[in-house]
């Protein structure tokens, strides 16, 4: 991951230009330092001393009034910035950057950037959809520039559709791997994640301490690298990671239903099985809520679960399968076992009462003829070696 200290804020003329200052605000906590340049339509949604004052710098409105910023801002606000965002990004000035016209600070700072640079668009959704929006951000992202949204929803304009700009937060969630190589790009990736609930009753049930934040890092890593990600979660509260596709279970059998049916329709490259999936489910699970009676306990049977995994490894249409072994002692041992029974190409071996529920996980990366220690790291560091490693086995299936 390619840290980003300091960034260029390019506010444009659209009515999302306030929560522009909520993403400064929230920039700033995580110790980026921002610089904000303004069109003049947008000192009409938002007054520039709101902006200096969350970035405690003089905030640049023209070429000619340089604000501090040296003689020339489009030039100085480019310098040792590791990242320009333009946000909200109207029609208006994407036609202008996509076709090189540089005739106000605004335009003239993205035409002499030297760093990646971020659209996050805001319009009606009539202008997002014309044609010719359509074809400059065609032309823009063809010319490398990274795109945040729109997504379809409700309008200031009492419109409902597509131009509605993300919100502050999940460009904040995309910003850590915006910068990653997209190593997966084109790629499917269908993960599971989080814990299991095989109920006893309608109020009981059995689950486990599985957090479900390793998978949902994953879930992260592999969009970052460019996959298009179905996340298959079981119960956990969790917010869903911008731009993936989340599909909520809740027993094993119900996630196997959402594994078959993700693979069936859509078809995947990579599987990585992160879920802590419940062994064994209950078969004399009551409707309702089992009465508690002094001195009388509840007699349950149980029957094995379906492995969820296993079932992948033996699909031919999945070129890569992944999947965690949880162990409490003779980790490797255990680990590679579960590589061949469940025909996976890799196990992530963990010892489980450190992992579950931790933010750091130490991992040993076990093949059939291999075991690498990685770790200990945070789980989000993980999840971005898991992807390089999936990478990695997909091009070599691929080119062998
Ligand atoms: O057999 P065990 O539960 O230890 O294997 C762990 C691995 O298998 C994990 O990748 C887990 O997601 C997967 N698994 C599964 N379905 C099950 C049990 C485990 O997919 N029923």
Not at 47 to 59: R, S
Not at 90 to 98: F, M, P, Q, V
Not at 207 to 225: L, P, V
Request: charged residues 20%; aromatic residues 4%; hydrophobic residues 45%.
């Amino acid at each position: 991951m390619q840290s980003i200290r300091r960034v260029t804020l390019a506010v444009t003329g659209g009515i999302a230009a306030y929560k522009s200052c909520e993403f400064v605000r929230a920039l700033k906590k995580t110790g980026i330092d921002v610089h904000v340049a303004m069109t003049e339509h947008a000192t009409a949604f938002v007054g520039p001393i709101t902006f200096e004052a969350l970035t405690a710098h003089p905030v640049a409105l023209t070429e000619w009034t340089p604000g501090g910023q040296g003689t020339m801002p489009h030039i100085a606000l480019n310098q040792d910035c590791d990242l320009l965002i333009v946000m909200p990004a109207t029609a208006n000035i994407l036609a202008k950057a996509a076709n090189g016209i540089a005739d106000d600070l605004v335009s003239s700072l993205i035409l002499a950037r030297r760093q990646p640079v971020l659209f996050v668009p805001a319009m009606n959704r009539f202008m997002w959809d014309n044609p010719a929006t359509q074809r400059n951000v065609a032309r823009l992202k063809a010319d490398g520039a990274l795109f945040a949204g729109p997504v379809c929803g409700y309008q200031a304009c009492g419109d409902n559709g597509a131009g509605r700009m993300i919100e502050p937060d999940e460009v904040m969630d995309l910003l850590p791997g915006l910068l990653t190589p997209k190593s997966l790009a084109g790629r499917r990736v269908v993960l599971t994640a989080g814990p299991t609930f095989e109920p006893i009753d309608d109020v009981r049930g059995i689950t486990n301490r599985s957090s479900g934040r390793q998978g949902f890092e994953i879930a992260r890593a592999a969009r970052d690298a460019g996959a298009d990600v179905t996340l298959i979660a079981g119960p956990t509260t969790l917010p869903t990671p911008y731009g993936i596709k989340r599909i909520n279970t809740v027993t094993a059998r119900d996630m196997l239903k959402a594994v078959t049916q993700t693979l069936d329709s859509k078809g995947a490259d990579i599987f990585i099985g992160v879920a802590a999936v419940a062994d064994w489910r209950v078969t004399n699970a009551k409707e309702g809520k089992i009465k508690k009676i002094d001195g009388c306990l509840p007699e349950l049977q149980f029957e094995e679960n379906p492995d969820i995994l296993r079932t992948v490894g033996e699909r031919s249409d999945v070129a890569v399968k992944i999947g965690f072994a949880a162990e409490a002692t003779n980790l490797e041992n255990y680990a590679r076992v579960k590589c061949n029974s469940k025909h996976a190409d890799l196990i992530v071996g963990n010892i489980a009462h450190q992992a579950l529920g931790s933010d750091q996980n130490d991992v040993l990366f076990v093949t059939p003829n291999n075991a690498e220690s990685f770790g200990p790291a945070e789980k989000h560091v993980v999840a971005e070696e898991i992807i390089r490693r999936a990478a990695l086995i997909l091009n070599t299936k691929e080119t062998h």
